[in-house]
């Protein structure tokens, strides 16, 4: 990895005025709860609507940016190909895990040798009789140079970045994310609404029921959670949560938002489809919700904790 064609970064949104990186951090989402529209860019100053970023990066999905909300790793690294040859690139030794899921790949022919080549070998990726549609680190990416126009080059390098999440540090609410960021990326928008939702559940009920079992016995908190709905859950026992605990609530366009997800969830799951015109923004606005209530879940739990 001291190769400098070769490094790692955390993925990141960023500025819509400078284009600084700002990688989706804990401190960064604890920094907006608390601050909401004051947040200010550390490079140019100007003022961060930290929501706006999120929900952009979720809808653009350039270059894997679709990823940066769930802390997806980005990986750089560079072949050099020449006619007729394969070329192979072993994600291993670019500290890309067995465990890590691949979710974005992107090959990106750079200059040809020689300069002045009239044509370019374009990159293809070479597969078994069964093609696996997905990238795994157990093995190498092969290519093949297809060599286009009259004089292709002798050589050309090709950058290839790698989007990707160890899937062995997800707990359920990240894995049901992961689950949603992907299918909103691939168009399967039901399946987004509905694990976004998931992982907003499975985050919320061991929050609740610690704190409600400080005043009532586990067999009456399971009860009562369990006839309770996720609006009453969101709406109401957690803004109680966080006035008994200080802790800033979710703010108003993530929580707008979240009742948005609510409803189209509701409409996935009992009448199997959304809503006629529902938008791709609709969607990642609702997905986005999804991150920012299990980033303001986990950020409270962890008052709650340092509470008792």
């Not at 952009?56 to 690294?77: E, M, N, V």
């Not at 009789?129 to 680190?137: E, F, I, L, W």
């Not at 979710?250 to 509701?266: G, S």
Request: net charge negative; hydrophobic share 40%.
């Amino acid at each position: 990895m001291d190769d400098p064609k070769l490094f790692t970064l955390d993925t990141a949104v960023h500025c819509p005025k400078c284009q600084a990186m700002f990688p989706p951090s804990e401190e960064n989402f604890a920094s907006y709860f608390a601050q909401g529209e004051k947040q200010r860019c550390p490079s140019c100053k100007s003022q961060l609507n930290w929501w706006a970023m999120v929900v952009d990066a979720l809808a653009s999905g350039f270059l894997g940016l679709q990823f940066a909300p769930i802390r997806a790793q980005a990986t750089y690294a560079q072949v050099v190909m020449q006619p007729g040859t394969q070329a192979s690139l072993d994600l291993g030794p670019l500290g890309v895990p067995d465990t890590a899921r691949v979710l974005y790949v992107n090959y990106t022919p750079g200059p040809p040798v020689p300069k002045d080549a009239e044509g370019t070998l374009m990159p293809l990726e070479i597969h078994s009789n069964t093609p696996d549609r997905q990238v795994s680190a157990k093995r190498p990416l092969a290519l093949f140079p297809m060599p286009l126009g009259g004089a292709p080059p002798d050589q050309q390098p090709v950058s290839v970045l790698i989007v990707w999440v160890d899937q062995a540090s997800l707990g359920i609410p990240e894995a049901a994310l992961l689950t949603a960021v992907e299918a909103l990326h691939q168009g399967r928008y039901p399946e987004a609404i509905v694990s976004a939702t998931a992982a907003v559940e499975v985050s919320l009920e061991p929050l609740l029921s610690d704190f409600l079992e400080t005043f009532a016995d586990s067999t009456s908190t399971r009860e009562f959670l369990r006839r309770s709905n996720l609006a009453g859950q969101s709406d109401v026992l957690l803004p109680m949560v966080c006035g008994a605990l200080g802790a800033s609530p979710l703010p108003p366009d993530p929580a707008k938002a979240f009742r948005e997800l609510r409803r189209l969830r509701n409409k996935a799951a009992h009448e199997g489809h959304l809503p006629d015109g529902t938008t791709r923004q609709q969607l990642a606005e609702a997905v986005a919700s999804a991150i920012f209530a299990v980033e303001h879940i986990h950020i409270v739990g962890q008052l709650a904790v340092s509470e008792s």
